[in-house]
């Protein structure tokens, strides 16, 4: 009987991990669509995208019956929600405006890691040293992506870009591992997280940057895709991952959006296959299932 419970609950954290997975997968097309959506500076993009997220996760609420009750919750779920999404776009932006793209994106990448890391923090929750020796491998093949196997130079005049990187990289690995916390919150009050996220942008948007709107049904295309995918539905699953999934698996299996995200440029034309993408590859296969080991086991005992 013991057997059968653990099995039985152990299942719906399967399940959510890999619903929180999705998200992966699907941050994998934001490369390519935001490539794709033409010239639009980076707050407008991403004022445009979350309005889109955050009217579908609205229309799903009203037609699911959950309705907006659903946004109904304290202060600190709002504070959480917002400053994770929002905080985490408005500091990457501002990484990449002070630092070298190579350097800033590689330092921002550190958020899995750190996911995994201060998940020993939870109730509940045990780090394990394969977890972490599984997050490392990514990081390791996550670097050769970016870096595409060139050395890195770490230069004091991009102090303040590098700095936002750190933040960037700290934000979301806050916010995926805090959500636990709040595992209760019904998923739909994402939307509200979007909608603001959406206003601020706007207000970042006119302040600091020139409007450039997409032209061409290719480029509102990809608009409309951020919106309901790597800006979209990616941000609802990951919020179920994070709190009802194995958030180390998921802390480690989020350096695939990296390699995901060049497979895909490169099946599209955008970029070239490469030695370094291959190992690359090794790289954040094992380290996911290295990281994904008493999953794995728990799920063959089973069968």
Same mark, same amino acid.
């Given at each position: 009987?013991?057997?059968?419970?653990?099995?039985?609950?152990?299942?719906?954290?399967?399940?959510?991990?890999? +619903?929180?997975?999705?998200? +992966?997968?699907?941050?994998? $097309?934001?490369?390519?669509?935001?490539?794709?959506?033409?010239?639009?500076?980076?707050?407008?993009?991403?004022?445009?995208?979350?309005?889109?997220?955050?009217?579908?996760?609205?229309?799903?609420?009203?037609?699911?019956?959950?309705?907006?009750?659903?946004?109904?919750?304290?202060?600190?779920?709002?504070?959480?929600?917002?400053?994770?999404?929002? *905080?985490?776009?408005?500091?990457?932006?501002?990484?990449?405006?002070?630092?070298?793209?190579?350097?800033?994106?590689?330092?921002?990448?550190?958020?899995?890691?750190?996911?995994?890391?201060?998940?020993?923090?939870?109730?509940?929750?045990?780090?394990?040293?394969?977890?972490?020796?599984?997050? /490392?491998?990514?990081?390791? *093949?996550?670097?050769?992506?970016?870096?595409?196997?060139?050395?890195?130079?770490?230069?004091?005049?991009?102090?303040?870009?590098?700095?936002?990187?750190?933040?960037?990289?700290?934000?979301?690995?806050?916010?995926? +591992? /805090?959500?636990?916390?709040?595992?209760?919150?019904?998923?739909?009050?994402?939307?509200?997280?979007?909608?603001?996220?959406?206003?601020?942008?706007?207000?970042?948007?006119?302040?600091?940057?020139?409007?450039?709107?997409?032209? *061409?049904?290719?480029?509102?295309?990809?608009?409309?895709?951020?919106?309901? *995918?790597?800006?979209?539905?990616?941000?609802?699953?990951?919020?179920?991952?994070?709190?009802?999934?194995?958030?180390?698996?998921?802390?480690?299996?989020?350096?695939?959006?990296?390699?995901?995200?060049? /497979? +895909?440029?490169?099946?599209?034309?955008?970029?070239?296959?490469?030695?370094?993408?291959? $190992?690359?590859?090794?790289?954040?296969?094992?380290?996911?299932?290295?990281?994904?080991?008493?999953?794995?086991?728990?799920?063959?005992?089973?069968?």
């Amino acid at each position: 009987m013991t057997l059968v419970r653990q099995n039985s609950s152990a299942a719906p954290g399967i399940r959510a991990t890999f +619903v929180g997975f999705a998200a +992966v997968l699907l941050w994998a $097309l934001l490369a390519l669509f935001t490539a794709a959506s033409g010239e639009a500076p980076p707050f407008q993009l991403a004022a445009m995208s979350f309005f889109i997220a955050a009217l579908i996760g609205m229309l799903w609420l009203l037609v699911s019956g959950e309705g907006l009750a659903a946004l109904r919750q304290p202060w600190q779920v709002w504070l959480l929600g917002v400053a994770g999404l929002f *905080g985490y776009h408005a500091s990457y932006f501002t990484a990449l405006r002070n630092a070298p793209p190579v350097e800033a994106g590689l330092i921002a990448y550190l958020w899995p890691l750190l996911i995994v890391l201060f998940s020993a923090l939870l109730p509940g929750e045990r780090l394990r040293a394969h977890h972490v020796a599984g997050a /490392l491998l990514g990081l390791a *093949g996550a670097a050769l992506i970016v870096t595409r196997g060139a050395s890195i130079e770490i230069d004091t005049r991009y102090t303040t870009g590098y700095a936002a990187a750190l933040l960037c990289a700290l934000i979301w690995s806050g916010y995926s +591992v /805090l959500s636990r916390r709040f595992a209760t919150v019904p998923t739909g009050v994402v939307a509200g997280f979007c909608a603001v996220t959406a206003l601020l942008s706007t207000f970042a948007h006119l302040l600091l940057e020139d409007t450039i709107w997409p032209t *061409g049904f290719i480029q509102w295309l990809a608009v409309l895709g951020l919106g309901l *995918g790597p800006v979209g539905l990616a941000f609802y699953v990951w919020d179920i991952g994070v709190k009802k999934g194995n958030i180390q698996v998921l802390g480690a299996s989020s350096y695939a959006a990296p390699l995901l995200s060049t /497979l +895909v440029l490169i099946v599209t034309g955008f970029a070239e296959f490469t030695w370094i993408i291959a $190992l690359a590859a090794m790289l954040i296969t094992g380290g996911a299932v290295l990281a994904a080991r008493d999953m794995l086991l728990r799920r063959s005992t089973r069968q």
